[in-house]
C-alpha cells in the first residue's frame, strides 16, 4: 500500500521510465474517486477530496507561489510525490499545464490560477475569457432564497424549466414541502419526474434534437443547434415558454432566435449572414477576446491556510464523495435503457448505482460486493450495497447520484439508490463525518465482468505475458516488442488451409493507447445495429447483446493498481473454430475475410459460441425487440435487420457500410 518499500519502488520505477521519453506529455492526476483519466495517468495518487487543498498548496509552495506555503500532515509518499510534479511543471515551465476538477473546492481553483500564472503558462497553455454563461444579478444562495421565500408564502407562480429540483435539490432545503404553499406551479420536462408530480401543470419539453437554440462552445465561440426532426409529442423549448409571459406574446423557438440575433448584428443582409452560419454551424469571429486575471497574494494565503485548516482535521468517520454516475449522469438519463445496460467505465455495473470503497475499507469492515450497509450522516440516513473498487482512497467512499427514481418511465423507475438523500447544501460534491453500518442483507448487482485483477508478482503471469505494454522508449528501441511476447503459432500446427484474399480483405483496428474504457462505442454499435437491451436478470446471467465489451483489467497493487481497458469483439478469425462447428452453415467465411452470420440459416445449436475462445457471441434467448410501439420504428437502422430470438449474433465489422460504399463505387 503507499508508504510501504513496494510502492515506493514501484513508483520510482514507472517515473524512471516516463523520464526515458522526453518528447511525450506526461499526466499526473490526484482524485479522491477512480476515474478514466486516472486510468491512463502516468502517475496517480489517491487522497479524500479535503486532503487535495494541501496537496495543491504544497505544490505551489515547492514552485515558489508568492504567499503561498505548504501545510503539515502530508505523509512521506505524498510528499514525494508532489516533489516530483513541481520538479517536472518547473523544468517544462510554460508549456506545463495545472488543471483543476469541477468538483474541487475553491480554494484549490485559486492555487492551481497562481501556479498557472507562475509557470508562465497564461497565453501559452491557458487563456481566460469572460464567463459563458450570463451573469444574474442575484444571491448566490438563490436556491436558498427561493425555498424561504416560498416557505413566506411569497411566491405566487413558480416555473420550473427543465430540471428536477424535488429529486436532486441539497436535502437540507425541504424543496418540496415548500413548493406546498406556491398557489400556482408549471413544470416543463422531457419526462413527467418527481418535480412535476408536485405540480399543477406539467409541459411536455421538446428535446434538444427538436429544438432551434444556440449555445457556446467551450473557447466561447457560438454555435447554433437546429431540429432534426419536428417535435414529436408537441414539446415546447424553455424560451418558447418563457415567451408566452412576455409582452410580445409566444413565439416560436425560430422566431426567438433570429430576432435575437438580427438585432446583435442589424438588419443588413442577415438572411443571407443566418443561412451561412446555419450551414458552418457557428458565427464566424463570436470567440470573446481573452480577459486579463490577476493572481491575489491575499486569495492565495488565505487558500493555503485553508487547506492547512483541512489537513489537520483527521476522523476515524467517513467521506463521502458525491459524483454523478458515469451513465446516467444526474439522473437525467435514466429512462434510456442504452445507458442503463452500458457497463460503468471501471465497476463494470449495469442498472445499478454502489457505494465505492477500498479493498482495505472492505476488508476493515468485513463486507463484500453486494452487502447492503447504511451510511449515516446527522439525521439522514442511506442504504446502498458495497461495491470494492481498487485504487479507491481509504477512509473515503463515492456515491454516484441520479439513481432511485421514483416517478419517470417504465425503465428508470425503482431502479437503483438516491445518494441525492445524503446531500446537503453544506455537502454538495463531499460530505465529511459520515458514519458506515454493517447490514445483514444484499443486494443483487449486475456486472459484466467479475475477474479483473492480474497480479503484478504472479509468475504465471509473468510467463505468459497476460499485460503487454511498453513505453515509448521500447517502442523506438524494438517497434515489435509485443510481438515478441505473443504466442501465436505457425500455420504449420492448424489442420485447415490459410486463406487468401485476391481483392478486398477487411479489418479494424483500435489504437489501445489511446482507449479510455468510455463505451461510447458499445452505445454508438447498439444503436447503429438494432441491438436490444435485455434487462438487469438476463446481464446476471451473462446474456447481454452488447456486440463490443470493453474489459478491464488491474494489475499490481489493488490500493494503487495500473488499470488497463481491453475492447474485445469479434475478431473474424481468419481460421476461425466457429465455421467448422456450425452445423447447417449458418456461420461462413467470406472471400473478403469476414467472419459471416447468416441469421435465417441459424437455428440456435450455440455450437459456435461454445468454440468461440474470446466469447464474444450473443444468443437472442428471448423476444426482446419491441415491435409494436410505433416510435420504436424510428429508433432503428433501416440498413441493419432486427433480429428475432433464436439466433446467434455478433460483430459484423459494419458490414452494411462495406455494402454501402460498394454501392456508391460501382
Known sequence: GPGSVAYARQFAERRRVSEENTDMSRLYVVESSPTSTGTLADHRLTASSHQIAALTATLAADLGVRDAAAPDGLDAHAREWVAAVADDLAAKGDRALVVCGEYAAPEVHTLAHAINAALGCIGQTVDYIEPIEHRWEIETDSLQSLVRDMEAGQVDLLLILGCNPVFDAPADLRFMQAMDNVSRRIHLGIYEDETAEFCHWHLPEAHFLESWGDARAYDGSVCFTQPLIEPLYGGRTPAEVVSTFTSKGPRSALELLQGYWRDQVGAGDFDAEWRSWLHDGFKPRS?????????????????????????????????????????????????????????????????????????????????????????TAGDRVLEMPIWIQPGHPEQTVTANLGYGRRT?????????????????????????????????????????????NIALESIEAEKRHLVRVGTLHHFEQDPEFVQHMGHSPGPEVSMFPMWEYPNEAWGLAIDLSACTGCNACVIACQAENNIPIVGKEQVALG???????????????????QVHHQPVMCLHCEQAPCEPVCPVGATVHSDEGLNDMVYNRCVGTRYCSNNCHYKVRRFNFLRYNDNSTPVLEMLRNPDVTVRSRGVMEKCTYCVQRINQDRITAR
Open 287 to 375: 470567440t470573446p477576446s481573452t480577459v486579463a486575471v490577476a493572481v491575489d497574494s491575499q486569495a492565495v494565503a488565505e487558500a493555503c491556510n485553508q487547506a492547512a485548516a483541512e489537513a489537520g482535521h483527521e476522523s476515524s468517520d467517513f467521506e463521502v464523495v458525491f459524483r454523478p454516475d458515469p451513465t446516467i449522469y444526474d439522473g437525467r438519463y435514466i429512462n434510456n435503457g442504452w445507458l442503463q445496460e452500458c457497463p460503468k467505465p471501471l465497476t463494470k455495473l449495469t442498472w445499478d448505482n454502489a457505494l465505492l470503497v477500498s479493498p482495505g475499507t472492505a476488508e476493515r469492515l468485513g463486507v463484500q460486493n453486494a452487502q447492503i450497509v447504511a451510511i
Open 408 to 452: 419517470t418511465g417504465r425503465i428508470g423507475s425503482g431502479a437503483g439508490f438516491d445518494a441525492f438523500q445524503l446531500r446537503g447544501s453544506d455537502s454538495m460534491w463531499s460530505l465529511r463525518g459520515a458514519k458506515i453500518h454493517v447490514g445483514d442483507g444484499e443486494h443483487a448487482l449486475s456486472s459484466t465482468q467479475m475477474l479483473s
Open 543 to 561: 446474456r447481454e447483446m452488447h456486440w463490443i465489451r470493453i474489459d478491464r483489467y488491474f494489475q499490481g497493487d489493488l490500493d494503487d493498481p
